[in-house]
């Protein structure tokens, strides 16, 4: 089982920036992508950026050249540097880490608890 505490949400103004972070423990076996996701108050849940175990980097096209993900291995956490943030990028963050289950031929996904991120014009 994987354990997953986030921290660094938090109210702040257009134009300004926040760093998440995520720190994973327990049974972190075949990583395939560590992440984060986000949902904002009546609408669905989408991925913000992931990152493989190799370095390779996913952004949503919403986020890229404002928003950098990155992982510290060592410590088996992964961070969300928010720049230039907007009022449209309000919503609740979620850490995610998707596992391969080769004995299942699947992939399992462990969640965080959320942070609120919310950005005021």
């Known amino acids: 089982q994987v354990q997953l505490v986030e921290s660094g949400g938090g109210l702040v103004q257009a134009g300004g920036s926040l760093r998440l972070s995520c720190a994973a423990s327990?049974?972190?076996?075949?990583?395939?992508?560590m992440g984060w996701y986000r949902q904002a108050p009546g609408k669905q849940l989408e991925l913000v950026a992931a990152?493989?175990?190799?370095?390779?980097?996913n952004y949503a096209d919403s986020v890229k050249g404002r928003f950098t993900i990155s992982r510290l291995y060592t410590k088996n956490t992964v961070y969300l540097q928010m720049n230039s943030l907007k009022p449209e990028d309000t919503a609740v963050y979620y850490c995610?880490?998707?596992?391969?289950?080769?004995?299942?031929?699947?992939?399992?996904?462990?969640w965080g608890q959320g942070t609120q991120v919310t950005v005021s014009s």
């Open positions: 995610n880490v998707r596992q391969a289950d080769y004995v299942a031929a699947t992939l399992r996904d462990s």
């Open positions: 990152i493989t175990t190799g370095g390779n980097t």
């Open positions: 327990g049974s972190l076996v075949s990583i395939n992508t």
